[in-house]
């Protein structure tokens, strides 16, 4: 009797890993990150071997569709699966089959700053008008269920500077047709004020003897007046150039006066402990020299200022940065996240003050920082940088150990942004 009961057992034990290696689980899941040809691609940074052998499917919600090498154009920014076996010390996979996902009309909602008017397409609805806002292209049409708030009204809010809150389907093309838009005034509170005014400063002339020591930034949280400028006049004449192209144009045009106006300032600092630059409030960016040393190009550079610069034209830095004690959390990207908490004075047990905080991060930044993902895409293809780059340049800062990209798990936002440039700005 007791023989009955141990063979089950040792098929179950045995049929266990073999159910895992199924063929009808991916061994690879993703999105498309590099296209040499049809025949050449990569997935998660995985290359991906395509022969003849290769089944070629086209896959939407519904329907699949086996397809020919002809037909099959992969983009970056798609949805795949891939099937197959990874050798990983190789860092590639020989596809028997993959799958690449057709872009799909789906629901988007959004809130921010409205940076660029758009040509509206000749076939648009009349009295139709294309914003951009959010990261998205959105448009607005005559079937679009519009609210303002004073002091805006229907004339004064078609423009720049003005803040859109709106829900819609997302076309095939990246175009958010808006079912509801609400629009009101782009102002600045009194709390955002204050904290411009207490930060203001010269970034350029902080001398190296007020630079602040490990103790003070745990009790009294970082102070940006004490963080001393990096020496290399070369390095910083590069990042201010960039820094300034990124600048939406509304912005450069805004009268001095306009307490909307920013003025966007670019700093390499000597502050190695920070994972990636800084903005503040009044437009101060701090960026740490190893950031621009881990960047391979003038776009990828581009990537990181101008997620700073989206910081702070959707007014985030008030989330990100509300007073001035600091606190470091892990984030989902693979690097840190830099959090400016209430300072309460001296904390004697600061490890605890951070932990307590810490439990609502989560919740705060990630929204935030798919936010400032999409605008930064937007500023980068208007200053004339390829937005293939800004995925790569959250990749190459994960690469804390200079391992090399094919080594380091693809983080977080690079993921996001992949998926943005499937979405909005691959074009069919």
Known sequence: MRIHWVIPALICFVAVPLLAQSPHEPELKGYVTRVASAAVIDVNGIHVRVDDKTQLYL?????????????????????????????????????SEIDLRRQARHEVSGSGVVDALLPVAADAPPESHLLRADGYPVLVTEQTLLDFQPPVTATTAFQTNVWITFHGIQRTDGVVIASNASFRENSMDKEEEELRIKTEHDPSMVDLTARQKGLSKVFHGVDPKRIPPYNNPAMQSRVRSIGEKLVPKYQRELAATDETKIEFRFQVVMEDGWRESVAWPNGIILVPRHVVWSMQNDAQLAAVLADNIACVLEGQTLHTLPAM?????????????????????INPIPWLFRKAHNSGIDQVLPDKREQRARVSLALMNDAGYDVNEAPLAWWALADQKSAGLQRVRLPDRSVYLYKILGETWHKE
Do not use: C, F, N, R
Not at 325 to 345: P, R, Y
């Open 59 to 95: 896959l939407t919600d519904k329907t699949s569709a086996l397809t020919s090498a002809q037909e099959w154009k992969p983009y970056v920014g798609q949805a795949a699966k891939v099937y197959g076996k990874l050798l990983k010390t190789e860092g590639a996979i020989t596809a």
């Open 325 to 345: 004690h600091t606190t470091i959390a892990e984030d989902a990207v693979g690097g840190q996240a830099i959090i400016l908490v209430q300072d309460t004075g």
